[in-house]
């Protein structure tokens, strides 16, 4: 979709995404969005 450039998971349990994005707002709209799609996709976090 464009949104993100790329998301890295860790054996560590952390997810990093990348993104283009300065607002506080929209970023946290962003991880709202992409960990719902992951969820959404029986992924656990």
Known sequence: MGI???IEY???DYKKIYH?????DG???????IICQIKSNGHHL
């Open 20 to 24: 283009d994005y300065k607002d506080k």
């Open 4 to 6: 993100v450039e790329k």
């Open 27 to 33: 970023i946290k709209c962003l991880t709202d969005f």
């Open 10 to 12: 860790s054996d560590l």
